[in-house]
């Protein structure tokens, strides 16, 4: 800061008369005093502009602090009004500095019971600073929680001056640790998801090697099946025509020691049961082979509306005639890239598990809606039903082959294991999610096709 040029220095007129009984050498005296006092108060004068100048900078050094403070401050005096603010807290209530001078600063708080909470607060302030958490009223006139750090404010001669209130909205830190956990949540189900697949690619090379040891074999039995059946037929008019002719009394004896004809009425339905058994057998070893094997169908344009009306309508003609559905249609451009047959099997599998969930449960029903997903980039098609749901522990099993909750004959397991390799095939995603007896969601994610497929 620039400083005021110095005073000139006084002069005496020539014509001042000399006082009478002061010689020369006192005359001299008063002069030099003169000017030692004037030099002194130029010194001080200097001083003085120094100190202006150092109190101005550290005036806005201060105004500086506060204006880069995100936290909301409040100074006020004893008897709670309010003589000091940021641009922070202004911004927060919507009023000016100058218009908060002066006023209560209770008038900042939502009501009565907050009130009383400073007033809590200040009184822990006299043993130490304390904090609590205070409802102030935003600009838009809505509470907004702010941590708040009391402290006593004193002045120079030690006596209290009033109080010093800091605190930070918390709004923003809630916001800020919502996002966070849900970003948190979004990384845990990608790395269960990036588990879950190699945990399916591994199964599904184990599974292939299952399946190639186990295809010949069953191959043998089901044809030694089909001769066996013949030969059976065979020995069955043989035998009958041995036994229309008379037989020696011991060849009837050793025919109803051996129960020879007990032995040829069960023979039928001995052959049938195993063949049956064998059968099943090979519908696993197939349903195996097309959980582990890549699919070489030639993928086509596909209208899931077509797919989704087409699985409704055979899984109706076979065992669940009459269980609702509710089907909402997509828009016309609601088409993947993919295996007509094996899509039809991924959602024709999918309605009948949601229809066996669903058996013996009077008003229970099945709601299909394909949607958007992934920001436009792909198509879900969401499979919600009202039944009992399923249980917590069984979710991360639930796409495992041959785990199933059906009884015994009911299902084979490999039903949504074969669905999700199928999805995933096609470069898409087979996810679910339960709540315990309030149904479950099933969504099939599919890619939409790159521009320009035909």
Known sequence: MPTSPPRPRPELPAETAR????????????????DE??????????????????????????????????????????????????????????????????????????????????????????????????????????????DFNCSERQDAAGRLAGHVFVGRPMGELKRAYHELRQTHEALKQTQQQLLHSEKMASLGRLVAGVAHELNNPISFVLGNMAALRRYGERLQQYLDAVHAAPQPPALQAARERLRIDALLADLPSL???????????????????????????????????????????????????????????????????????????????????????????????????????DGGRAWAIVFADDGPGIAPEHLSRIFDPFFTTKAVGKGTGLGLSISYGIVERHGGRLAVSSTPGAGAVFVVTLPRPPAGTA
């Not at 550290?58 to 506060?66: A, P």
Request: net charge negative; charged share 25%.
């Open 19 to 34: 006082p009478e009984g002061l010689d020369e050498s006192a005359w001299v005296d008063v002069i030099h005093k003169m």
């Open 271 to 373: 052959v049938d049961g195993m063949a049956e058994g064998a059968q099943r057998t090979a519908d696993i070893v197939a349903g195996l082979r097309r959980f582990s094997v890549v699919d070489r169908e030639d993928h086509t344009r596909l209208a899931l509306d077509s797919v989704v009306e087409r699985a409704i309508h055979w899984v109706r003609k076979g065992t669940a005639p009459d269980f609702d559905v509710v089907f909402t249609p997509p828009p016309a451009d609601a088409v993947v890239l993919g295996s007509p047959g094996q899509l039809l099997q991924v959602t024709m599998n999918l309605i009948q598990n949601a229809a066996d969930a669903c058996a013996g449960l009077p008003g229970r029903q099945l709601r299909i809606a394909v949607e958007p997903a």
């Open 37 to 146: 006092v004037y030099s002194q108060l130029i010194a001080d004068e200097v001083a003085l502009e120094e100190k202006n100048a150092a109190l101005e900078q550290s005036q806005q050094f201060i105004f500086g602090l506060l204006a880069s403070m995100s936290d909301v401050l409040v100074a006020c005096n004893r008897a709670g009004e309010i003589e000091e603010t940021n641009p922070a807290l202004c911004a927060l209530v919507g009023r000016s500095d100058d218009a908060l001078r002066g006023t209560p600063v209770a008038a900042l708080l939502a009501d009565g019971d907050e009130t009383r909470r400073m007033q809590a607060l200040v009184a822990q302030a006299r043993q130490a600073p304390a904090s609590a958490e205070l409802q102030l009223v935003d600009v838009q006139g809505q509470r907004v929680p702010v």
